[in-house]
């Protein structure tokens, strides 16, 4: 399906995770000004309750470090957790909850999820290849405790982000994936339990 009237809801339409990338990346710099769009996600009483790390070079070793303690691995002299060296740049999403008597944890891990949703879009329609990340041990101590989160902070993954093969890239433009059927998405109240007067 085309959208060629809105290239908003194009880009949508036609994002796509990338799960193998390439070692180019965007600088610091870029990341920036794309989450400067970012940064209007729905945010109740807009507490800004994220955050992001960016992980590159020894960051991911530390990283793989980290993975393999929380899992108990113990690997032979020179050998690394090859997952945090998929790409040569990470971008760790944080949720960091703030304490507020009208916005409960939940609703902000919702907006610390809309933001990750929304970088990975502007990524994506900036050229870059993206691929969202998580795994059971996510949160472990180990895993928490390099990324530095507080007690009251939850990794919600971990953006790849790399360039994408052209050939890869010409692949994906020529992709005749159809749609989900959005009806079976869309539905209506029960009549039955209702309140009445």
């Known amino acids: ?13 036609h994002r796509r995770s990338v ?6 990346t965007p600088s610091d710099e870029e990341i920036a000004t794309l989450l400067a769009a970012v940064t209007h ?17 020894e960051d991911r070793l530390t990283l793989a470090r980290a993975l393999d ?13 090859p997952k945090p060296f998929r790409a040569e740049l990470l971008i760790a999403l944080v949720a960091s909850p703030v304490e507020h008597e009208k916005v409960p944890t939940w609703e902000q891990h919702a907006t ?13 329609q900036a050229g870059w290849g993206v691929m969202w990340r998580t795994g059971t041990f996510a949160n472990a101590q180990q895993v928490r405790e390099a990324h530095g989160l507080a007690d009251s902070e939850l990794l919600m993954g971990w953006l790849y982000v790399g ?19 959005p009806i079976r998405f869309i539905g209506r109240m029960p009549r039955k339990g209702r309140f009445t007067s």
Request: hydrophobic share 45%.
């Open 1 to 13: 399906m085309k959208f060629l009237d809105d290239p908003v809801l194009d880009a949508i339409a």
């Open 19 to 24: 799960s193998k990338v390439g070692p180019n």
């Open 41 to 57: 996600v729905a945010d109740h009483k807009a507490l800004r309750p994220w955050r992001l790390i960016l992980l590159r070079g």
């Open 69 to 81: 303690a929380a899992q108990g691995i113990e690997r032979e002299s020179g050998e690394v957790n």
């Open 112 to 124: 610390a999820a809309g933001v990750g949703h929304l970088l990975e879009l502007a990524l994506w």
């Open 163 to 181: 360039d994408i093969d052209s050939a890869h890239r010409q692949r994906l433009g020529e992709s005749n994936r159809p749609p989900l059927d």
